[in-house]
T-cell receptor
């Protein structure tokens, strides 16, 4: 089955700097890669996603890149703000998996003013 | 819209007790999922359902059971609670299986003592 690894496990950045989180996946049949943000005491919430036929996607200060050959994808947050502090999860889905998300272990991001 | 609603938010169980975690969604989604979240481990799939009357095991189903009698409701049953079931439980739903946003509830924090 699919295995998703995520690094780093914690990331501390100064407000205004950029943050990058990297994930690798094992199943070449994976075709959908969402990123979720989880704030303290809440459920994960989708912030951006990318499909396997696209190399990069951007939404304001966040962007995701996908390298299918190397089987890795990354989340980039620019001009970080204190409200970006949260746990971020990457995930992968294969076409025949009934939408079951295989999650990475998560990255705790702390943005210090 | 309420989205995905989970009850209760918190619960303490004694070893050997049983309980049902409730999950309901008002988005008419066919696909529903139960995940557990342990510290530093990401989210692991317990059970999932692709429609009313259809359920299947996920990655960590032992000690749990589910039913799906309606599109809206997907309760998770714990029989004979064990300390290893101390975790945060999330219910989620999605519109399709091919890669669409999964909506998560707020979670149930369960402690087994």
């Amino acid at each position: 089955g699919e295995n998703v690894e995520q690094h780093p496990s914690t990331l501390s950045v100064q407000e205004g700097d950029s943050a990058v989180i990297k994930c690798t996946y094992s199943d070449s049949a994976s075709n959908y890669f969402p990123w979720y943000k989880q704030e303290l005491g809440k459920g994960p919430q989708l912030i951006i996603d990318i499909r396997s036929n696209v190399g990069e996607k951007k939404d304001q200060r966040i962007a995701v890149t996908l390298n299918k050959t190397a089987k890795h994808f990354s989340l980039h947050i620019t001009e970080t703000q204190p409200e970006d502090s949260a746990v971020y999860f990457c995930a992968a889905i294969t076409a025949d998996s009934w939408g079951k998300l295989q999650f990475g272990a998560g990255t705790q991001v702390v943005v210090t003013p | 819209n309420a989205g995905v609603t989970q009850t209760p938010k918190f619960r303490i169980l004694k070893i050997g007790q049983s309980m049902t975690l409730q999950c309901t969604q008002d988005m008419n989604h066919n696909y529903m999922y139960w995940y557990r979240q342990d510290p530093g481990m990401g989210l692991k799939l317990i059970y999932y359902s692709v429609g009313a009357g259809i359920t299947d095991k996920g990655e960590v189903p032992n000690g749990y059971n589910v039913s799906r009698s309606t599109t809206e409701d997907f309760p998770l049953r714990l029989e004979l609670a064990a300390p290893s079931q101390t975790s945060v439980y999330f219910c989620a739903s999605s519109y399709s299986s091919g890669g669409s946003e999964a909506f998560f509830g707020q979670g149930t924090r369960l402690t087994v003592v």
